[in-house]
């Protein structure tokens, strides 16, 4: 067994723990992160909890928490988003997740992701294959953009917003032109998940924050997604972006983003 697979259950027993807390909590005070950016105080009580727990039952092994920074060893870290989708869990949209995963370095090798509101524990660690409440999950091999539903990562705020905008409203009015539907949900992890159990064909971030990131990476990538930087290069923590599809339409979409509306 490897020592990925190991720590599953510890992953898939956090999250579950988190899940449970935003089930049955309000979101709390709210606390400014700069331009329309917010963490609520179940974020930090679900990261903190977390943090703990997760030194207790792994101390060689570091954190990485959205809302406090790390600690611990840099090498093999957990990496959380406590509330992935906070905007929306904050007005009642259950469009949220809890999200954990590892990385080994700079590398995605497992993940545990709950839907609090929506159900669904998935999870996946290298070389073991894709989970969803223990029955294995596959991305859909859908060949043509026409048939294809794609989500989108949220819109940029704060510094550089603007800018960063040219590039997501340029694709969204491509994809628009070219793929059955464009959605857009407002978390990363729900967008990796479904990606994973094919729900949907493409998830596309043109950011790429590790805690955002990682634990769905993992469970897209062992059920059979394509995960790449916008360069084509086999994602990584330190990639620029995020770009996860069914394998077919892998260089189609890559062609959409460095292609003429990135000009």
Known sequence: MSLY?????????AVAWAADIMRSRPPGALTSKGDRDIASDLDY????????RLRAATPDIGFLGEEEGSTGSAEVQWVLDPIDGTANFVHGIPLCAVSLGLLDGTEAVLGAIELPFLGGRYTAAKG????????????????????????????AVGGG?????QLRLALTACLAETVQRVRMTGSAALDLVW??????????????????????????????????????????SDSAMTIAVAPALV???LSLIDGPIAA
């Open 5 to 13: 697979r190991e720590l599953l259950p510890i992953a898939a027993e």
């Open 45 to 52: 009580e679900i990261e903190r909890g977390l943090r703990a």
């Open 251 to 253: 260089e189609t979409i």
């Open 161 to 165: 917003a603007a800018e960063k905008n």
């Open 195 to 236: 990606l994973a159990e094919g729900k949907l064909d493409a998830a596309i971030t043109l950011s790429n924050n590790p805690w955002d990131m990682t634990a769905g990476v993992a469970i897209a990538r062992e059920a059979g997604a394509a995960v790449r930087d916008r360069d084509g290069a086999e994602h990584r």
């Open 128 to 155: 073991e294959g894709a989970y969803v409440d223990g029955k294995p999950i596959r991305v859909r091999d859908t060949r043509l953009l026409s048939q294809a539903i794609v989500a989108i990562g949220d819109y």
